[in-house]
């Protein structure tokens, strides 16, 4: 068999396993806790404000305001300037991307207090 169609496979069979563990141990872990007499309300913890979507949104948003932005500052360093482009661009998307990913934290921080 070839090599190349091992890669797909093996992938497909990593992310299927770790999915499969994930639920069946939550299963496992709310049906022994409802045996026991547990209340059943601690698995609606995360489901009461109803903004986790709101969470997710800001800082998808601000992760791919950052990249945008970093390519932008990099595309102006690459033609302004004699940097290597090849380290240019690599380095203003991460540096953009993780100052979008940090304003986006204090977004949500701020969101979650009011």
């Known amino acids: 068999m070839d090599e190349e169609i091992l890669i797909p496979i093996s992938l497909f069979l990593a992310i299927f396993g770790i999915v499969y563990l994930y639920f069946s141990t939550r299963n496992k872990e709310r049906l022994a806790l409802i045996e026991k007499g547990a209340d059943a309300s601690i698995f609606n913890l995360g489901k009461r404000s109803g903004s986790a979507w709101k969470v997710v949104v800001i800082n998808i948003a601000f992760l791919l305001m950052g990249i945008g932005l970093g390519l932008f500052i990099a595309n102006l360093l690459e033609s302004t300037t004699s940097l290597d482009d090849n380290v240019i661009y690599p380095a203003m ?12 934290y204090t977004q949500t921080k701020k969101a979650m207090d009011d």
């Open 93 to 104: 998307t991460f540096l953009m991307a993780g100052l979008g990913l940090y304003v986006g």
